[in-house]
């Protein structure tokens, strides 16, 4: 028997945008592994190319070499059409500034990826109000972004992301825009996801963020420049570098 | 995501913006209002004809005077009566595609009927009339030939006539009513033809000639105004016509190169190409309310392609979230097609509304028919298609990650 494959892997991932005839490279042969039930801190500097990282797990786009491997399979053979079907079933996005659909209520805002995996509207509102009471908005499910707090729009962002029971749950910056308190609430939530064993990764550039984290990760001008894991819970692992 | 799907989405995005919604749709509700309108008064118009040729009868040739120079002068048509009884019974004998014919001479008399009266026109003619013209009684019985010979005192009515003169429930049928003061009992009444044709009675020849129109200077005794044919079949109206035309011509003694004093008519033919200009017309109507359809169409690409642009970023949301290309290009062509179809809903309520209204205040026949308000419907359904397409395509190319740093 083989070990489990990684839930995702990077090889080698190079992006390189061109922008105005110049090249220029946002990721640089970044290769690491996240497994099943890790929560899983990325930091550096803006600039360092943790975006582009994240939107590459994510599936929104696609390293210009080296691959990324989604439990096993070579996301780039995959169609367009396809990568967007796994997105909705397998990838939770958590946004720095919500992203919440301004016209439409919370519970329409939970339910709207479920729209994309074709599930039916009564199963999708129940699933929805279920997403939302694990995250305790329940009461706001008729509530229109523009009613809610920040830190209410975030959780609500949160039951969206987890409601097709995504593989992982990819948060940018989620507390960025929000005050410490209210900050340290929505981390409190990951914390408690990941426990139920929810697989997190999270963008940030805040070191106090980071340290709640098992394992951080840091890039610096594309490169990734130290992969530590603080607790040693997990037995160590070597990583091509 | 399903057409289903597209289509709440759709009716949610665009009841957020009502006004927008309905000023976008409006070009499109415009332009279907006028060709259904326009349908409607063109095809009440071809109606109206297609009644009026079947009033007139199937096959039926119609034998008018001609000019005729009196003395060097050339008269206005019909001012002198050149046909007469022994051209019918020659065009009846002598012409086998013709199986049935009927002189007339007519005028207007003021019928009275107990306390009540009314002008209508007066037509002293054959039972071979009623034949040529395929009318059928709704009640009674045609002229008797001692009626016909004998100048007989008996009248048919017309339905209109009938209606006029007699209460509801009361059977004209032996009444006695007055024309121009001569007692006449009426022996039957005509089944209903058409508005234009109903207003009307008929009395034998010889007793129109004896006791209305004979004083009239230009009638003799034997002329009559007008002949009616019937020709057997559709396909010999015209070998029917030139033989009557070279029959009339050998009777009233034409030399050759000498113009005729008859002239032989299809009423039908004319009317039908009558009918043909109406559709033309009726068609060019059409065709510029397309281009009204047409500007809708554009009104509508032009609010899409501002309402992409305005929102990327939900169309950013949508795809990191899982929508595909095809699912955020399915969201923008239901929005235009559902403001097509509503437009065209409206459009389609208007323009009955419409051809209702002009029927009623101008007194014209409408016909609403449902391919009219299905061709509409249509038009309005490929608008959409078609200025829908390209807004929702680059909606759907846009990148999702570019979509989602937009503001």
């Known amino acids: 028997m083989t070990a489990p494959l990684p839930l995702i892997s990077l090889r080698s991932v190079c992006r390189t945008y061109r922008a105005d005839g110049v090249a220029v490279t946002a990721v640089r042969n970044v ?81 709207l990826p479920l729209v994309y ?7 999708r ?55 410490s308190r209210t900050g340290a609430e929505i981390l409190a939530l990951f914390a408690a996801l990941n426990e139920a064993g929810q697989t997190i990764v999270m963008i940030t550039h805040d070191p106090s963020i980071a340290t709640q984290c098992r394992r951080t990760i840091r890039l610096h001008d594309g490169e990734l420049v130290s992969d530590e894991t603080l607790a040693p819970v997990l037995p160590k692992r070597s990583f091509a570098s | 995501m399903t057409m289903l799907q597209g289509f709440r989405i759709a009716l949610h995005a665009l009841r957020l913006n009502p006004l927008r919604s309905f000023l976008t749709m409006l070009g ?18 071809q109606l109206r004809l297609q009644e009026q040729i079947r009033s007139i009868g199937a096959n039926v040739l119609m034998i008018t005077p001609g000019a005729v120079y009196q003395g060097g002068v050339r008269l206005k048509e019909g001012s002198k009566l050149t046909m007469t009884e022994s051209d019918v019974q020659a065009i009846l004998e002598q012409i086998p595609e013709v199986q049935a014919a009927a002189g007339s001479i007519a005028g207007t ?24 013209r395929d009318w059928q009684l709704a009640s009674g019985r045609y002229f008797s030939g001692t009626e016909e010979a004998g100048a007989g005192k008996v009248v048919i009515l017309g339905s209109t006539v009938a209606r006029e003169l007699f209460a509801p429930g009361d059977d004209p049928i032996g009444a006695q009513i007055r024309i121009m003061k001569v007692p006449l009992e009426v022996v039957g009444v005509l089944d209903h033809k058409d508005p234009s044709q109903d207003d009307v009675a008929f009395v034998p020849l010889t007793t129109a000639k004896l006791r209305f129109l004979g004083s009239a200077s230009n009638i003799n005794r034997d002329s009559v105004a007008y002949i009616i044919a019937k020709v057997t079949a559709d396909g010999q109206m015209a070998g029917a ?44 109507l059409v065709a510029i309310a397309s281009v009204s359809l047409l500007v809708g169409g554009i009104s509508i690409m032009n609010v899409m392609i501002v309402s992409v642009t305005e929102r990327t970023r939900e169309i950013g949301i949508r795809r990191a979230l899982g929508g595909r290309m095809r699912d955020i290009r399915l969201q923008f062509l239901c929005e235009a097609l559902v403001l097509c179809l509503l437009g065209g809903a409206i459009g389609v309520i208007g323009g009955v509304t419409l051809s209702m209204t002009v029927a009623r205040m101008a007194g014209w026949i409408t016909s609403i028919d449902s391919e009219a308000i299905a061709l509409a419907l249509a038009f309005s359904i490929a608008t959409g298609l078609i200025f829908g397409f390209y807004p929702a395509h680059k909606a759907s190319k846009l990148s999702p990650i570019e979509a989602l740093k937009t503001e």
């Not at chain 1, 995996?117 to 199963?123: A, L």
């Not at chain 2, 332009?31 to 118009?45: K, P």
Request: hydrophobic share 45%.
């Open chain 1, 31 to 111: 290769s690491f592994d996240i497994d099943q039930g890790e929560i899983l801190a990325v930091m550096g500097p803006s600039g360092s190319g943790k975006s582009t990282l994240m939107n590459m797990i994510g599936l929104l786009d696609l390293p210009s070499q080296g691959a990324i491997y989604l439990e096993g399979a070579d996301v780039a053979a995959l169609t367009e059409d396809r990568r967007s079907s796994l997105r909705a079933r397998s990838i939770g996005f958590v946004f720095q500034s919500y992203n919440l659909l301004a016209r439409h209520n919370a519970i329409e805002n939970v339910a």
């Open chain 1, 117 to 123: 995996c074709g599930v039916g509207r009564k199963e």
């Open chain 2, 109 to 132: 008399a003021q019928v009275i009927h107990e306390g009540k009266n009314w002008n209508t026109t007066i037509n002293g003619t054959t039972t071979g009339h009623f034949m040529v």
């Open chain 2, 241 to 284: 016509r030139s033989e009557i035309e070279s029959l009339l011509r050998q009777r009233h003694r034409i030399l050759a190169g000498q113009e005729d004093d008859f002239k032989v008519q299809d009423p039908a033919a004319a009317m039908e190409a009558q009918q043909g200009a109406i559709r033309t017309v009726a068609l060019l």
């Open chain 1, 125 to 179: 509102l129940e699933r929805a109000e279920q997403s939302l009471e694990a995250v305790g908005m329940l009461h706001r499910a008729h509530h229109y972004p523009r009613q809610l707090s920040g830190g209410e729009q975030q959780r609500i962002a949160i039951a969206r992301a987890l409601i097709a029971t995504p593989l992982i749950v990819l948060a940018d910056e989620p507390t960025g825009a929000l005050d």
């Open chain 2, 28 to 45: 499109i509700v415009i332009g279907v209002a006028s060709i259904v309108t326009v349908f409607a008064i063109g095809a009440g118009a």
